[in-house]
């Protein structure tokens, strides 16, 4: 029977591998002085150099924006149709504090406070970007779900820093009077262009039926003239009233809302029935020759003055909304200079900085362990090495 050669049970068996809770209790305490040492030498180096870092004082300033509500030209747009019933959220409106904050992050904002303050002397840049982006790392601008603006400022000196958020909000009370952010202002805006546009039609309606009854003279018109006139008139003032309702959601919606292309659909049919009338079908080769250039004209002027007494009463309620909107950017809480400083903070940064050392350490200490333990045990396989070849020779 063959001899079975000798089993030696080396260093890398994984009985012998295995670390215990003894092995680490005596790795921490074989290097303790290391341990312990590291992190207070890096926390009083710490300690010193949060000394000379400069102190930052914050200031911060509460705004409550404008607050949406149902506007008198809201309620004369739904006696045209159902986009009174449009809810904000069909009609894809999003926060508008979302606006307002943009607002404060303008570019527009930031070179206004950079002039007022010379900021550009102050954060020692040499460009305006570069000072845009000191700026914009110390405020702090966000809204929270009670719908109030906080606007918080970070400098050296208490003072600034209570100067420069109160400027924001200043500066978004200005902006405010030259920029249509709110509904109402939108809705001015819109029905204001619309209104100069049908005075100019109103008043070249006019023009050309004088100009007409200079030339032919007073044409008394039939009852199948007057029922033409009517009809077309009406057809016409309800595709004027279709038109101007969709201008008043496309500064809301976009062409995939349902609404939107529901009264676009009502539009077309209206502008189909109209057509109708003024080619014929509806009785109009019955009119004379000789009045059918005049009963155009009374009826261009007839619908010219009902769109201009409606754009006229739209634009008048945006009037009113926007003077009731315009001044309610509210200052909550105004900022006040800062008592104390904000930063560094002092005890954070020196626990940090002895939490992160002593792990280091630890680490460390564990690594030069493993080191010396593998030098033994490579001394001690090469012992039972040189052991077995004597048992062998022998």
Known sequence: MPE??????????????EISLLDLAITIAKHKKLILGAPFLA?????????????????????????????????????LSAINGLSSAAMGIKNPN???????????????????????????????????KQLTDATTITSGKDGIIEVKVD?????????????????????????????????????????????????????ALKLLQEKTGVIKLDSQAQIIISTAAALKGQIAM?????????????????????????????????TKVETGSV???????????????????????????????QFEAAKIDEAKESSVIQVLDKALEPEKKSK???????????????????????????IQNAKKESETAAQLEALRKQLRWN
């Open 283 to 313: 009785s109009t080769n019955k009119v004379p020759e000789t009045g059918l250039e005049y009963i155009r004209k009374v009826r261009d002027v007839k619908y010219a003055e009902t769109i201009y007494e409606m754009l006229a009463k």
């Open 155 to 207: 400098d050296q000196h208490p003072k600034r820093a209570a100067m420069l958020a109160n400027a924001y909000a200043d500066a978004l009370q200005e902006m405010m009077q030259f920029f249509a952010v709110t509904e109402a202002s939108q809705r001015r805006l819109f029905f204001e262009k619309q209104l100069l546009q049908a005075k100019q039609s109103l008043s070249e309606a006019e023009v």
């Open 242 to 274: 279709k038109e101007v309702e969709l201008g008043a959601m496309r500064t809301f919606v976009t062409g995939n809302n349902p609404d939107y292309i529901r009264t676009q659909q009502v539009l077309a049919g209206l502008r189909g029935q109209l």
């Open 4 to 17: 079975q050669p000798t089993r030696y049970v080396t260093p890398q068996d994984p009985i012998d591998s």
């Open 43 to 79: 926390a009083v180096v710490a300690v010193a150099v949060t000394f000379f870092m400069p102190k930052i004082y914050t200031a911060d300033t509460k705004i409550l924006p404008p607050q949406q509500q149902q506007s008198s030209a809201s309620a004369l747009l739904g006696q």
């Open 344 to 370: 560094p903070k002092r005890l954070i940064i020196v626990l940090l900085t002895a939490v992160a050392t002593g792990f280091i350490a630890m680490l460390w200490a564990f690594i030069m362990e493993s």
């Open 98 to 132: 979302d606006t307002y904050i943009a607002m404060l992050k303008s570019r527009t904002v930031q070179d206004n406070l950079i002039r007022r303050f010379k900021l550009q002397v102050v954060y020692e840049t040499d460009s305006p970007e570069k000072t845009r």
